[in-house]
């Protein structure tokens, strides 16, 4: 396959200004990430600090139900409440290795500022974020651990004020700082080489789904179900089974309200291709290439584009994904409550949802694994304003 392409997928389309560090990073990647003590440094972060490895936890209560066994990746355990830190302590770790002092990142919901600024907190690097201006609004308590943890976040006020808007200028800062600064991108999406280095940070979870299942059962899954927003978790999970015929790979896209024609963050199941954020890829956008506007009740997946590597899982067929709409996403963020007493993030309950409404898509007594990307509790206001729970 050609450099930084997953099939016609993927690629490095950017102004040429961001091409010397984008090499950088490159070369780090072949050079700093394979010694032996970079990798003792970053597994040592994520067993001290982060809370690696998270156990795969048995569903008794919902095997039952469903007829086949269902087991739950827990990186809802993990510091910071999500998978995000696998992959921000690892591009911080490698930043200091490159000698750089400084982070900047981009933020939607604010779940990677904040797994970004705790990761440049603990090596010691200045962080700086940027976050759409109406995202700041509705995250504000994401925004204030950000300062806590002595990140500077500003507003980004162009555009549609949201995440792509906050890539746009985070790459913009990054030509001006790139001598001092890494840019701790917070999904396998963007321009090469970040797809393959946000992969190869989240494929700690594929890992040790892969052993523990082993250990557990000696076979591996019969299916492994993720959330895809940007694909972080969703290639995290699934690359260490690429290899594995007999394991199902499922993708779970959000697909909005669930009506026609409504707003989604569906971009491989409704999407077309075209050019975001320096790759080739799937994205929600106008006859005329105008990016069009994603909504999830889910804030982590609402995102126009898709990482190139899901799109070439897709377009082989290597990979499956489905849609969960956000009432159905809400409807198995109850359940999970209810049946095994884990409260799940929106995103996670995506994957989950798609399970639960098509239990006959998996085969009876087999094993299945979802991916528990991070955990509720950020999402309570959400929760308590969809279901009228205002006595809760
Ligand atoms: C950010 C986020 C996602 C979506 O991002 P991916 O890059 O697709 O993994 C999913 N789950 C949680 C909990 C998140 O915070």
Redesign the pocket.
Known sequence: MKKGYFGDFGGCFVPELLMPPLLEVEEAMQKIMPTAQFRAELDDLLHSYAGRETPLTLCPNLSQKLGFTLRLKREDLLHTG???INNTLGQALLAKYMGKSALVAETG?G??GVATAAAAARLGLQCTIFMGADDVTRQASNVCRMRLLGAKVHPVHSGTRTLKDAINEALRFWIRSQESTHYCF???AGPHPFPTLVREFQSVLGQETRKQMLAATGRLPDAVVA????????IGMFAPFIHDPEVRLVGVEAAGTGEAGCYNSAPLNLGTDGVLHGNFTKLLQTADGQIEPSHSVSA??DYPGVGPEHAYLHATGRAEYGMANDAQALNAFQVLCHTEGILP?L??SHALAYVLEHPQAFPAGGEVVVNL??RGDKDMDIVRHALSLEDL
């Open positions: 999500a998978h995000k919901a779940q990677h917070g999904t396998a959330a895809v927003g940007g694909g972080s978790n969703a982590g997946l993030a995103e996670s990307s991070g």
